[in-house]
Structures are given as C-alpha cells and as structure tokens.
C-alpha cells in the first residue's frame, strides 16, 4: 500500500469518525496552538520593545542620568534599597553643568514629571502627566507638534506659562475648539497653550496623549519637584560612539560634582536603552524556555489521547485487520496504515493549531500595540512536531495492529 | 501428470490448549490438481477449519509439508505467506468479510492495492470483477446496502479480482437462504466451467458438496475418504 493510498485512508477514517477523530488531534492542536500563538506574541513583543518602546522610552543614541534605575528586575536587598532611595537628587545645576560640558556634541534636555489634575471651565482631567521640561526634550523624545508650535529656548530662560498638550486633553476640553492660545489650570497654574502634540496612542492599553509639557522652569517646577531638583537629565548625541564616549564624560562630571573618590560606586544612575534590552532579553528568554514545557506537556497528553483511541481503533477494527491481512497485507502494511492514521490524525490536529495560533497573533495584534510576527520556521515545527506526536505514539497501537494473527482477526467479532 | 496445483504431505497442526495439547490435523496427504472444483467435508472438529487455514496460507503447520503451485509455503513468514495469499489466493467467507464502510468497488480494489497496483489499473479490473459476477450497477454500493447474495458475489468478485490459482470458499452458503445458496453455487460452477478455475470449499452441508467435482472428507484430523463425483 502506497503512502498516499494510507493518507486517503486516515482521512476517510477521520470523516467516519468525526468526534472521536476531533478528540485525538486536540492535544496537537492545543499545543501547536500555544506554541505559534506565544512564538508570534513573543516575537511579535520583541519587535515592539526594541523598535518602538526602547526607542520612544529611550531613544536612539540617547541616554538618561536619574538618581536611581527605572526598571529593576533582580532582587535588592532591604540595604540596597534604602541605599537607592538615599541618593541625592539630581538638580538644576546639575543639567547646566551637563549641558555646559556637552556643548555642541549633543543634545541635553531636563525632565520632571508628576500626575497633577488640570481643569478648563469647569472640566477636569485627572491625573494627567505634567512635566517640566527643557527646550531640547522635543527633539530628542521625538515628540512632535501637530499643531502650532513647541516652546522655544527664549520662553524657557523667561520660565513664561505656556504649554504643550496632548491630544488627551484637547479631546476632554476642546472639542470642537482651537485649542491653540487657550488656558488651562494645572494645579494653581495657569498655563496658555501653544501648541498640540500628535497623538501617540495607547500602550498596554494607556493613553500616552494625557499629558501637558511646560517650561522647566516656569511655575510647573512647583507642581513637579522640590525646588530645583530635576527628575531626568537625558542626552543624546549623533551617532553611537559619542553616545559612549559622552556617557563617559558625563559620569566622570557627575561623580567629580557629588565628590566621589575613586573605589567609591556611583550614587546615580546612566541609563540606556540596553538597560531596557537586556531586562526585555530575560523576560523573553525566560518565556522561550517556558515554551517548550507548556508545548510539550500538551502533546505528551495529546499523545496520550491518540495513543489510546488508536488501541480502541485497533481493537473495533480487529476484524478489517484480519480481512486485509487475508487479502494478502504484509505487517509493514498494516503498520504503516495506522501510523499514517495517528499521524494524520495528529497532523490536522497540529494545522488546525497553527491556523488557531496564527489567529491568536492575530487578535493580539489587533487587541494590543504589539506587532505579530509569525515567523515560517515555527511553522514548519509545528507540523513537524504534528507528524512527530502521532508516530511515536502510534507506534504501539500500530505494531499491536500488524502483529494480529489474521486468522484470530478474522473470527473476531 | 503435472505438478499438482497443491501437494500436502503428512500435514499436521497442533494447538496447546492449556495443558492439554489438540491434534487437529494428524498428518494428512492430499493432492489437488489445477482446474479441480474440491469440497473438503466433514463434521465439526474434524479438522476442516484448521485444514482450510492452512491450505489458504493464514497458518503454518506444525509439521508435514506443503507446496503451493510447486513452492514450498510450509515453513514461510507471515509476510512471505501474505504475499503468497495476495498472489494465489482468493478468499470467500462465510460473513463475506467485507469491509463495511468501503463501496463495493472499494472492496474488490483491497487485494489489488496490497499487490502495488496503480489506481487506476486496480479501478478497471475491480470494475470488471464485478461485472463478471453481475453487480456493474452496484459498485458504488456499501456492503449494508446490499442483499445477502449480492454482498457474497462482492467477496467473489475480490476473490477473483487478483486471478488467483485457487479460490478458497469456507462455507460460503452458510449465512445464505437456500435461493440465494443455489445462486450462488451456480457462480462458483460457472466459474469453474467458463474459466477452469481451481476451486476449493470447505463445507458441512452435503447439498453444497454436491456441486464439487470430488469430495474429501475429513474425520478426527484424518482424510477419511476421497471421491469423485459428477456434479450437479
């Protein structure tokens, strides 16, 4: 018997017994399932982290002086801990000196941040993100002005009340209205507006567009921060060797401001976006090696299934058995006929698991900002792992099959 | 004479059953030559059963020898005996043995496929098996649509498909009303008549004997008697 003539057999098989047939390929499918859906999420995750999170969060050849790291994965001990909080805060002084130090070679912008509500006749938006910032933050978080303008560094050195907003905050009180030269209170600040950012859209589900950026040192300094202390001090230089050699520089500035000796560990923090990389790098890597686990435990019980509903098989078609055998089957015949069964059997159950997975992405995808990326490869091992399952369990069924006594097989009722 | 068709000699099977050992057949000797219509008799426990089996290639003896179109099949594998089954062997049962989600067509194609045909081939010559034995309007028919007699005419069809040496009926009348028996034999006689086909039936029933040429009966593992007759 031909390879083919067994496929079409399987799949006749399959059609006869539909519900008995959907069981057994459940386990394939369930695990070939989880295995392109996480792949594509995972890698889909991947995509964004470094294109799009790193490089809004952080930027390209930028990076960040804060008093203590943002994103801490490993434990810290209570000591630790209390050590970070200690730090000295970072100050004013302390981005003119950059800035100074910095000249020409690249950008320096400050930020401070807090959440403060921000009312216009009679309306409030809670909880919005109010920053103080410098002239150069616009430039080098890319955030762009949709309409009128940003602040200039003039407006910046007169610490004057003017505002860019999000579209958050223009869609709360402005419907319908120009926005641009309207005041808005923040805290017990009045501020006019200047200029709308484009929209940034939702991460994880959270608006990034609910936010309002002021000159640093214009009264919003007031609501963010204790007087003149700074949240963030970031840079960015042109390319990424004076990324290197500036994050050098700028570390020697700081540690000869704060009067470290040598030996003595830095008591603030240089950000990159390689801190973010490699945090992300663990998660995924921890989330590849989960994979195989969950994807195998589903097939091994998946396997199982098959195995067991191809003895059933075996036992109610003693009787075919012993027929074909007298017909003159070889028990390579009859074992590859129910191989090819548990494998076909298997195998659908594995397409329809990459068919589900892909569908999965897909619903992330369009559910989250994350891309989906469905990669070939993980493809062709979902089938493969498919064809694998329903072999090696059908193994025993099969030589079960093929080792029946024809004439046993053909009295058998 | 010519090498004959099928040469037995001192054949004997025994079955452990517990701790008793059965001696089912007790060296037998038969000779069967091509073209012969043969029922083998007897009554229940003489051994027909297991001498049927052996003959049909689906056992092996314990000992004695046995050559099959003049090659010895005595001491053959299983798979070495499917491939003889395939090729010399035309099998009619009792319960038809058809397999029952299978058409008609499907069934007679079984033996073809296991002899590596192609598709195609093995459509044309099912079809015409079928036609042979008067069922080319039921081809696409499964085995629980169709009557007693025309399910066996199927099985006789799949038997003569593969133009094997022999055709082996064990008791193929038996699940048959009398009509249909007579119907059916009147296929087998045809059979033998129009083509010189070697045919062997193991039966009980002496009406069914009566359409074979010679009778061979067996009694307590042993031939007892060996005649030809003329047929009805």
């Known amino acids: ?413 | 004479m010519s090498e004959p068709l099928i040469r037995i000699r001192g054949l004997t099977r025994e079955y452990a059953m517990g701790a008793e050992t059965v001696r089912a057949l007790r060296g037998v000797d038969l000779e069967i030559q091509r073209n012969e219509y043969v029922a083998i008799m007897g009554p229940s426990g003489s051994g027909k059963s297991t001498m049927m089996n052996l003959v049909g290639c689906l056992d092996t003896p314990t000992s004695g020898q046995y050559w099959l179109n003049g090659v010895e099949v005595s001491q053959m594998s299983d798979d070495e005996l499917a491939q003889v089954r395939n090729r010399e062997i035309g099998f009619v049962f009792q319960t038809f043995n058809l397999l029952p989600r299978a058409t008609a067509l499907h069934n007679v194609e079984l033996p073809l496929i296991y002899a590596g045909l192609g598709a195609r081939e093995r459509r044309e010559r099912a079809a015409q098996a079928l036609e042979s034995v008067g069922l080319g309007d039921r081809m696409d028919h499964r085995p629980n649509e169709l009557s007693g007699g025309q399910r066996q005419r199927v099985a006789i069809a799949r038997a003569l498909v593969t133009e094997p040496s022999i055709i082996l009926a064990d008791e193929p009348t038996g699940n048959l009303d009398s009509t249909t028996s007579e119907e059916i034999m009147r296929v087998f006689s045809e059979l033998h008549r129009s083509r010189g086909q070697t045919i062997v039936m193991v039966t009980h029933e002496h009406d069914i004997a009566a359409h074979a040429e010679r009778i061979v009966t067996l009694h307590d593992g042993l031939i007892s008697s060996d005649r030809q007759q003329k047929a009805a």
Do not use: C
């Open chain 1, 1 to 413: 018997m031909s390879f083919l003539e067994a496929v079409r057999l399987a799949f006749g098989m399959i059609r006869a017994q539909k519900l008995k047939s959907f069981f057994s390929l459940l386990g394939a499918f369930v695990g070939v399932m989880f295995l392109i859906g996480v792949v594509s999420i995972v890698k889909g995750m991947d995509h964004w982290v470094r294109n799009d999170f790193a490089g809004k969060l952080f930027g390209v050849n930028t990076f960040s002086v804060l008093q203590r790291p943002r994103v801490q994965m490993s434990e810290m001990s209570v000591e630790e801990r209390r050590e970070l909080r200690r730090r000295p805060r970072l100050r004013e002084q302390d981005y003119d000196a950059i800035r100074e130090l910095m000249d020409g070679r690249a950008l320096v912008a400050n930020q401070s941040i807090d959440l403060v509500h921000v009312y216009h006749g009679g309306r409030r938006s809670r909880n919005v993100r109010v920053m103080g910032v410098s002239e150069n933050y616009f430039t080098i978080r890319n955030v762009n002005i949709a309409r009128g303008r940003a602040f200039t560094s003039h407006e910046v050195a007169l610490g004057l009340n003017v505002a860019v907003v999000g579209q958050d905050l223009v869609d709360r009180f402005f419907s319908g209205v120009d926005p641009i030269g309207q005041e808005v209170r923040a805290g017990d600040f009045v501020f006019r507006i200047i200029g709308v950012a484009e929209r940034q859209g939702r991460v994880f589900g959270e608006s990034q567009d609910k936010f309002l950026i002021a000159p640093y040192t214009s009264p919003v300094k007031r609501l963010v921060n204790p007087h003149k202390i700074v949240d963030i001090i970031i840079v960015k230089t042109p390319d990424l060797p004076s990324m290197y050699q500036a994050m050098a520089d700028v570390e020697a500035l700081m540690r000869s401001r704060r009067h470290l000796r040598p030996g003595q560990p830095n008591n603030f923090h240089i950000e990159t976006a390689d801190d973010v990389l490699s945090t992300w790098a663990q998660i995924s890597r921890v989330m590849y090696m989960a994979l195989p686990m969950l994807v195998g435990i589903s097939l091994v019980v998946g396997g199982i299934v098959i195995m067991n509903i191809m003895l059933m098989a075996v036992a109610e078609r003693t009787r075919e058995i012993g027929i074909r055998k007298a017909l003159g089957a070889r028990r390579r015949d009859i074992m590859r006929q129910f191989l090819v069964e548990a494998a076909t059997l298997s195998t659908t159950g594995a397409g329809l698991g990459i068919v589900a997975g892909l569908g999965l992405a897909r619903l992330v995808d369009a559910l989250t900002p994350l891309p989906a990326g469905v990669s070939v490869p993980w493809i062709f091992v979902g089938v493969l792992l498919g064809i694998g399952v329903g072999v090696v369990f059908g193994v025993l069924p099969a030589r079960k099959a093929a080792q029946l006594d024809p004439i046993a097989a053909l009295r058998f009722e």
